[in-house]
């Protein structure tokens, strides 16, 4: 079971083989003797990495499940007690603002005796901080799955960060055709993933070449969004319009691939096991209904831009 959860969490069998210290022969026959256990096929093959088959969501469902029953379990009959310590955790201002927020809050209330101390910086910098040993865990976000990380580091996928293109109203209602306005996208900062979406968007379906600006942080750019100075791609919530911000129609969304990075598991400490463990277990935020708002994929007939 631990196994398999491992290659859901992957997608490949090869870095689970990676992660747990088996040879790759081993990680098949174990997946095969649950398939043959529980008769159902749980893998579908791919030319590069494995998926999940229907029987295999639910079953990494209750592996999930089973195996932070068994880790608890563990836990509590260790003699040294509660899990103690300080964890440094890397992030960049998004994923700050979206996901360690809510861990803070869990981290306090589940383990008391441990600190979790969240540092800022960009996806890059953050997987990096990890392979010196001035962070244990990242919480990185990728676009398109672009994969940049040492060997040496482990990346477990997290749920998705998704990202809606939002305008000041005025300016939601001026087409991308209209030349009398420079095109304008707006971003934390250049390292931050969250633009390149719009702004691949905007460069191959129409030509443009938008001016990418840095706000410096996500309240900057929310700022510089409402005062009409361009397009921002944010997380969705129902407070929008309170403040000052509308979602651009016909603009498709983004979802950034977010992964959990750190060192081999081995090399962790209780205090980072516990606090990975919580990271794990945190469900992504429900996206807003959006009004308008066009699915990735469809077809383009009109972009805004500032």
């Known amino acids: 079971m631990r196994t398999f959860r491992e290659v859901a969490r992957q997608g490949s069998v090869t870095r689970a083989a990676r992660n747990l210290g088996y ?36 079953v990494r469902d209750y592996a999930e499940r089973i195996m932070l029953t068994m880790e608890e ?7 040294q007690g509660e899990a103690e310590g300080r964890v440094a955790i890397g992030a960049d201002p998004l994923l700050m603002e979206q996901r360690l927020g809510r861990l803070i809050r869990e981290a306090r209330y589940r383990y008391p005796k441990v600190t979790v101390s969240p540092r800022q910086l960009s996806s890059r910098n953050a997987a990096e901080s990890v392979a010196r040993g001035e962070t244990q865990l990242a919480v990185v976000a990728f676009e398109d799955g672009q994969d940049t990380l ?23 209602a001026t087409p991308v055709t209209d030349a009398q306005r420079p ?18 968007v905007l460069r191959s379906r129409y030509g443009v070449d938008p001016a990418v600006i840095e706000a410096g942080s996500v309240g900057g750019v929310r700022e510089l969004a409402r005062a009409g100075y361009g397009l921002a791609m944010i997380p969705p919530d129902d407070s929008l319009a309170a403040q000052g911000l509308q979602i651009v129609p016909g603009v498709p969304h983004a979802e950034l691939d977010v992964r959990l990075v750190y060192s081999r598991a081995d090399h962790l400490g209780r205090a980072d096991r516990s606090i990975a463990e919580l990271i794990r277990r945190m469900p992504a935020p429900a996206p807003a209904e959006c009004a308008g708002h066009a699915p990735c994929g469809v077809e383009l007939d009109k972009l805004l831009a500032s």
């Open 23 to 58: 040879a790759q022969s081993s990680i098949t026959g174990h997946i095969k003797s649950l398939e043959t256990k529980l008769g159902y096929p749980l893998l579908k093959r791919l030319p590069h990495g494995v998926r999940l088959t229907q029987h295999g969501e639910i």
């Open 150 to 172: 040492p060997d040496d580091l482990t990346a477990e996928k997290l749920p998705a960060l998704t990202l809606v293109p939002v305008a000041s109203p005025a300016l939601a």
């Open 73 to 79: 379990m563990s836990g509590a009959l260790q003699p």
């Open 183 to 200: 095109v304008r996208v707006l971003t934390v900062n250049a390292d931050c993933a969250s633009h390149l979406p719009l702004v691949r």
